[in-house]
C-alpha cells in the first residue's frame, strides 16, 4: 500500500501511517516466515539464544529477547512441554534454575537460518545503497526511541507463547 507523500509538510504523517502499516505487515509477515522454519518468532529466538549462549537464566533470557520474564515462563513453559528445553538448577546458587536445550542444536540452528534467510531474501531485492541507507536509519530510530524519557521497547509481551 503506497501513499501519496504530497509536499515535504506533509511527510510527517505519512511516514507515521505508512511505518504503522509496514510494522503490522511485517509482523504478519515475519510471523508467517517463523512458521514455515518451524515455529514461532518468539520460539525461535528463545531457542536460538540459548543454543548461542548455552543454558541462561530465565531473567537472561527475558532481557536478551525484550520481553517481560512472564513471557519468558509462558515460553518455556511451553517449549519444555514439547520436550525441547528443561529447566535445571544453577550448579552454584540454588535460588536460580537455567534453561538449557533438550532438542538437537542443529534442529535449532536450522530452523533459525531458514528464517534468517527469509529476512535477508527480503532486504536482498534492495539496492546495496537503500540497504545501508536503512540500516542507518532503522539504528537512528532505534537510539531516538531509546533516548526518549519515559518510553520503554523493552518488555513488550510477544505474541504467540
Same mark, same amino acid.
Given at each position: 500500500? %503506497?501513499?501519496?507523500?504530497? =509536499?515535504?509538510?506533509? !511527510?510527517?504523517?505519512?511516514?507515521?501511517?505508512?511505518?504503522?502499516?509496514?510494522? =503490522?505487515?511485517?509482523?504478519?509477515? %515475519?510471523?508467517?516466515?517463523?512458521? /514455515?522454519?518451524? %515455529?514461532?518468532?518468539?520460539? !525461535?529466538?528463545?531457542?536460538?539464544?540459548?543454543?548461542?549462549?548455552?543454558?541462561?537464566?530465565?531473567?537472561?533470557?527475558? /532481557?536478551?529477547?525484550? #520481553?517481560?520474564?512472564?513471557? #519468558?515462563?509462558?515460553?518455556? =513453559?511451553? !517449549? /519444555?512441554? /514439547?520436550?525441547?528445553?528443561?529447566?535445571v538448577p544453577h550448579s552454584t546458587d540454588r535460588r536460580v534454575t537455567l534453561v538449557e536445550l533438550t532438542c538437537s542444536p542443529d534442529r535449532v540452528a536450522a530452523q533459525f537460518e531458514a528464517y534468517q534467510g527469509s529476512m535477508e531474501r527480503l532486504f536482498d531485492g534492495l539496492a546495496v545503497d537503500d540497504q545501508r541507507t536503512l540500516l542507518r536509519l532503522l539504528g537512528t530510530l532505534h537510539d531516538r526511541m531509546h533516548a526518549e524519557a519515559g518510553c520503554s521497547v523493552v518488555g513488550a509481551e510477544a505474541p504467540d507463547a
Open positions: 500500500m %503506497a501513499l501519496n507523500f504530497g =509536499d515535504s509538510d506533509s !511527510l510527517l504523517p505519512a511516514l507515521a501511517v505508512q511505518t504503522g502499516v509496514f510494522v =503490522d505487515a511485517f509482523g504478519r509477515w %515475519a510471523s508467517r516466515k517463523a512458521a /514455515e522454519a518451524g %515455529a514461532s518468532v518468539p520460539r !525461535l529466538r528463545l531457542l536460538y539464544s540459548v543454543l548461542c549462549h548455552g543454558p541462561q537464566k530465565m531473567a537472561d533470557l527475558a /532481557e536478551a529477547l525484550t #520481553v517481560t520474564p512472564r513471557n #519468558v515462563t509462558a515460553l518455556v =513453559d511451553a !517449549l /519444555e512441554g /514439547e520436550g525441547l528445553v528443561r529447566r
